[in-house]
C-alpha cells in the first residue's frame, strides 16, 4: 500500500517539475520577444500583451513551484515516517533490549536453571557470581534474600545477605533505600524485633530526608504505631474478659446466713429476769 502512495507522489513531482521547467522556458521566450518589441519599437499593444503573458507565466510558475515544494515534502515526510523512523526505533530497540536480553543471560540464566532444579545453594552461588559480575544490579541479591526466606527458611541469613549488599557498595538511591525497607520488614515479620525495624526507618528518614523513600518511612511507622496501639487495646479487652469468666458470680439460696435477720436486743428481758 505504501508503494502506492510513493508512485502518486513521484508521479505529481514529476509533472510539477515538468510544469515548473515548461513556465520557466515559455516565460524566457516571452521575456526575449518584449524585450526585442521594446527596442524595435513595437506597438504599445503586443508590448501589454507581452507584458500581461509574462506576469501571468510568473504566477503560474510560482504556483507550480509551491506545488512541486508541497509534493516534495510530502514524499519526505511519507518515506520518514513510514521507513526511516521505525527503521530508527527497531535499531535502538534491538540495540538496547538485545545488550539487556546478553547481560540478563549471562548473568542471571544459569543461577535460575539450578534454582528451578532445586539446587538452591548452587543457585544462590550462582547469583554471586551474577552479581559480582554487575555490581550495579540488585536482582541477584533479591534472588538470594528470596530463596533463604522461602526456601531454605533461613531469616537470620536474608538478613545477613542484605547487610552484605548493603556493605558491598555505593547503591543509588532507589536501590539503598529498596534494601533498608526490606531490611526492617524482614526484621519485623521474622524476627519480630520491631525496634531494629523502627530504627532502620528512621535511618531512612534521616539519610534521604525530603525523598519519598522518607515519606514512604514515615507512613510505616505510622501504620506500626496504629496496629500496635489496637493490638494493645485487644489484649486489654480479652484480659477484662478472662477476668469476668474467670470470678464468677454465685448466685445466694434462700435460708442462708446472709437472709436471716439481725438478732434482737433481749436487754429488758434479761433485768426481769434477774
Given at each position: 500500500m505504501k508503494w502506492i502512495w510513493y508512485l502518486i507522489l513521484m508521479v505529481l513531482i514529476g509533472g510539477s517539475w515538468i510544469l515548473f521547467s515548461k513556465t520557466g522556458r515559455e516565460m524566457h521566450a516571452k521575456r526575449v520577444a518584449l524585450e526585442q518589441l521594446e527596442n524595435v519599437g513595437g506597438s504599445d499593444v503586443m508590448i501589454s500583451k507581452l507584458k500581461e503573458e509574462v506576469h501571468s507565466m510568473e504566477l503560474v510558475r510560482v504556483f507550480n513551484g509551491v506545488l512541486l515544494t508541497i509534493f516534495t515534502a510530502s514524499l519526505i515526510a511519507v518515506v520518514a515516517v513510514i521507513d526511516v523512523l521505525p527503521a530508527f526505533a527497531h535499531r535502538v530497540t534491538h540495540a538496547v533490549y538485545d545488550s539487556a536480553e546478553m547481560m540478563e543471560h549471562d548473568v542471571m540464566h544459569d543461577a535460575r536453571s539450578l534454582f528451578a532444579q532445586g539446587d538452591f545453594h548452587g543457585a544462590i552461588e550462582g547469583f554471586k557470581k551474577a552479581a559480582a559480575a554487575d555490581p550495579l544490579n540488585r536482582l541477584p541479591w533479591v534472588e538470594i534474600v528470596k530463596i533463604y526466606k522461602d526456601n531454605l527458611h533461613e531469616p537470620a541469613l536474608a538478613i545477613q545477605t542484605i547487610r552484605e549488599a548493603l556493605d558491598s557498595q555505593e547503591w543509588e538511591v532507589d536501590d539503598a533505600a529498596y534494601f533498608m525497607f526490606r531490611l526492617a520488614e524482614l526484621y519485623d515479620e521474622l524476627?519480630?524485633?520491631?525496634?531494629?525495624?523502627?530504627?532502620?526507618?528512621?535511618?531512612?528518614?534521616?539519610?534521604?530526608?525530603?525523598?519519598?523513600?522518607?515519606?514512604?518511612?514515615?507512613?510505616?511507622?505510622?501504620?506500626?504505631?496504629?496496629?500496635?496501639?489496637?493490638?494493645?487495646?485487644?489484649?486489654y479487652l480479652a484480659s477484662l474478659v478472662a477476668a469476668e469468666q474467670a470470678e464468677p458470680i454465685e448466685p445466694i439460696e434462700e435460708g442462708s446466713v446472709v437472709d436471716q435477720p439481725p438478732p434482737v436486743d433481749d436487754g429488758d428481758e434479761s433485768g426481769r429476769s434477774a
Open positions: 524476627e519480630s524485633n520491631r525496634p531494629s525495624a523502627i530504627a532502620i526507618m528512621n535511618q531512612v528518614i534521616e539519610q534521604f530526608s525530603g525523598t519519598r523513600h522518607s515519606a514512604n518511612a514515615s507512613h510505616k511507622l505510622h501504620e506500626w504505631s496504629v496496629r500496635d496501639t489496637a493490638k494493645e487495646e485487644e489484649r
